[in-house]
């Protein structure tokens, strides 16, 4: 059965987000233009050999352009394959997380290799220097996700071409950003109701450009596409499930997991990610987890001496997450006296069904929402037990808010209108928890 997300033939248009990140590099980078430039309709809007600068953009931004933008520029100091080669292994030398891999493979070769027969194209250099250049950490990010992913890939006995691929999926996978609205970089910027959408399509904007590219072939394309499914189908773009997720993408999707963590908690990493892991082992490849778990025992151990979490935190985490459901019973509650029946479930049963599997993941790991009063009270003076319990309850919230985009993501115009009495219950907690993380 073909995909129509892969058998399209659409292209990124140069979106205003992405002309402002290209003429703003311009100002600190020499970019040039190699041909002219010309909207669609013919009009010659930059001469050949023009230097770019931020003045260009609305020119620019009013037009579409007949080929996209960066064919027809060069930058100095431009990425290449020897300045992203120096770059990993400044980063296999230095940086905790390559660091970990490169030591557990005993020797830095595996994850270079791959990179040596890794094709770039002039058009993906240019869209990895402005990712470089404007936004950094992203760039980073780009770098460790594909090392994760190689690692991975070489335990899993990966071939030679297989893995070349897996670092292309691993190094490109996040390129759609760069179309992206700034905001969505701000931390404080809650992204809700029908905005979503702009997040869920990144992994598409990402896979187009790979496909533009034309050289890196369709289990490429694939990956990158799939970077943020999960393995109970709870992710997105297409909400795909166990193996309906090709390998590569399975791969890169535990990648991203990995590679955040360690890039979100400088405090213990290690010890929170093994904790996450292990109340979240439907969502996650089991057999490329058995490669990562091993990775965290020793790194845990050499964190727990760090600064743990105050007991009041640990108090307020429980409280926020057992008022969440007490919130949902009641929401129930006030469903069912409103009338709800099976034919109104969607929005409802969703909700339902993710509180349910949490609880049950929470009763695995030996916090069940309702025993957290006696739980804190019996690890009193345990210092390392009431971390692990702190690591499980914010991953719990987290969850509550995975709950949330997905509901909204799915039946946002039920919610919106009040299609029913599910879906008024669903809303009213989706609002609640909403105002719990922002608060």
Same mark, same amino acid.
């Given at each position: 059965?073909?995909?129509?997300?892969?058998?399209t *033939?659409?292209?990124?248009?140069?979106?205003?987000?992405?002309?402002?990140?290209?003429t703003?590099m311009?100002?600190?980078?020499?970019?040039?233009?190699?041909?002219?430039?010309y909207?669609e309709?013919?009009?010659k809007?930059?001469? =050949?050999?023009?230097? $770019?600068?931020?003045?260009?953009?609305?020119?620019?931004?009013?037009? =579409?352009?007949?080929e996209?933008?960066?064919?027809?520029? @060069?930058v100095a100091n431009a990425?290449?394959?020897?300045?992203?080669q120096?770059?990993?292994?400044?980063?296999?030398?230095?940086?905790p997380? !390559?660091?970990?891999?490169?030591? /557990?493979?005993?020797?830095a +070769? !595996?994850?270079?290799?791959?990179?040596?027969?890794?094709?770039?194209t002039?058009?993906?250099?240019?869209?990895l220097?402005?990712?470089?250049?404007?936004?950094?950490d992203?760039?980073l &990010?780009?770098?460790?996700?594909?090392?994760?992913?190689?690692?991975?890939?070489?335990r899993s006995?990966?071939? %030679?071409?297989?893995?070349?691929s897996?670092? /292309?999926?691993?190094?490109l996978?996040d390129? *759609?950003?760069?179309?992206?609205?700034?905001?969505?970089?701000?931390? #404080?910027? =809650?992204v809700?109701?029908?905005?979503?959408?702009?997040?869920?399509?990144?992994? $598409?904007?990402?896979?187009?450009?790979?496909r533009?590219?034309g050289v890196?072939?369709?289990?490429v394309?694939?990956?990158?596409?799939e970077h943020?499914?999960?393995?109970?189908? #709870?992710?997105?773009?297409?909400?795909?499930a166990?193996?309906d997720?090709?390998?590569? *993408?399975?791969?890169l999707?535990?990648?991203?997991?990995?590679?955040?963590?360690?890039?979100?908690?400088?405090?213990?990493?290690?010890? +929170?990610l093994?904790?996450v892991?292990?109340?979240n &082992?439907r969502?996650? !490849?089991a %057999?490329?987890?058995?490669?990562?778990l091993?990775?965290?025992?020793?790194? #845990?151990?050499?964190? @727990?001496?760090?600064?743990?979490?105050? *007991?009041?935190? $640990?108090?307020?985490? /429980?409280d926020?997450?057992?008022?969440?459901?007490?919130?949902?019973?009641? /929401? =129930?509650?006030?469903? @069912?006296?409103?009338?709800?029946?099976?034919?109104?479930?969607? !929005?409802f049963?969703?909700?339902?069904?993710?509180?349910?599997a949490?609880?049950?993941?929470?009763?695995?790991?030996?916090? &069940?929402p309702d025993?957290h009063?006696?739980?804190?009270? &019996?690890?009193q003076?345990?210092?390392?037990?009431?971390?692990?319990?702190?690591?499980?309850?914010?991953?719990?919230?987290?969850?509550?808010?995975h709950?949330?985009?997905?509901?909204q993501?799915?039946w946002h115009?039920?919610?919106?209108?009040g299609?029913?009495?599910g879906?008024?219950?669903?809303?009213?907690?989706?609002?609640?928890?909403?105002?719990?993380q @922002?608060?």
């Open positions: 059965m073909t995909d129509p997300l892969l058998e *033939g659409d292209s990124v248009q140069d979106r205003p987000h992405y002309l402002r990140r290209v703003d311009a100002e600190r980078c020499s970019v040039v233009t190699q041909d002219a430039i909207s309709s013919g009009i809007l930059v001469e =050949k050999g023009a230097c $770019i600068d931020s003045r260009l953009y609305d020119r620019l931004v009013q037009h =579409k352009l007949r996209p933008l960066d064919t027809h520029l @060069s990425v290449n394959m020897e300045s992203l120096q770059a990993v292994r400044q980063m296999l030398e230095s940086e997380l !390559p660091l970990l891999l490169r030591k /557990a493979l005993g020797d +070769q !595996p994850l270079l290799e791959p990179l040596r027969s890794l094709p770039l002039p058009p993906v250099a240019f869209k220097t402005v990712l470089r250049e404007q936004m950094p992203l760039f &990010h780009s770098l460790q996700m594909m090392l994760v992913a190689l690692y991975l890939g070489v006995g990966l071939e %030679p071409h297989q893995l070349t897996l670092a /292309a999926a691993g190094l996978h390129l *759609g950003t760069l179309h992206m609205d700034p905001t969505w970089r701000d931390p #404080s910027h =809650k809700t109701g029908p905005s979503r959408k702009h997040l869920v399509a990144h992994p $598409i904007t990402s896979m187009l450009l790979v533009e590219a890196y072939g369709r289990a394309e694939v990956a990158v596409l943020h499914e999960r393995m109970d189908g #709870s992710g997105y773009p297409r909400g795909l166990g193996q997720i090709s390998p590569m *993408g399975q791969i999707l535990l990648s991203v997991l990995v590679t955040a963590f360690y890039e979100k908690y400088l405090d213990s990493p290690a010890q +929170q093994s904790l892991l292990r109340l &082992h969502k996650f !490849p %057999p490329l987890v058995a490669h990562v091993p990775l965290l025992t020793e790194e #845990s151990n050499a964190q @727990s001496s760090r600064a743990l979490p105050q *007991g009041e935190q $640990i108090h307020s985490l /429980a926020q997450l057992a008022k969440a459901f007490v919130q949902w019973e009641q /929401a =129930k509650s006030q469903w @069912s006296q409103g009338g709800g029946h099976a034919a109104d479930l969607g !929005p049963a969703y909700v339902e069904e993710g509180l349910q949490l609880k049950r993941a929470l009763t695995e790991a030996g916090a &069940h025993h009063t006696v739980l804190l009270e &019996h690890l003076g345990d210092e390392q037990g009431l971390a692990e319990l702190a690591y499980v309850l914010r991953e719990a919230l987290w969850q509550l808010e709950i949330v985009f997905g509901c993501r799915r115009a039920e919610l919106e209108q299609s029913s009495p879906a008024v219950a669903a809303a009213q907690w989706c609002d609640w928890v909403r105002c719990l @922002s608060g």
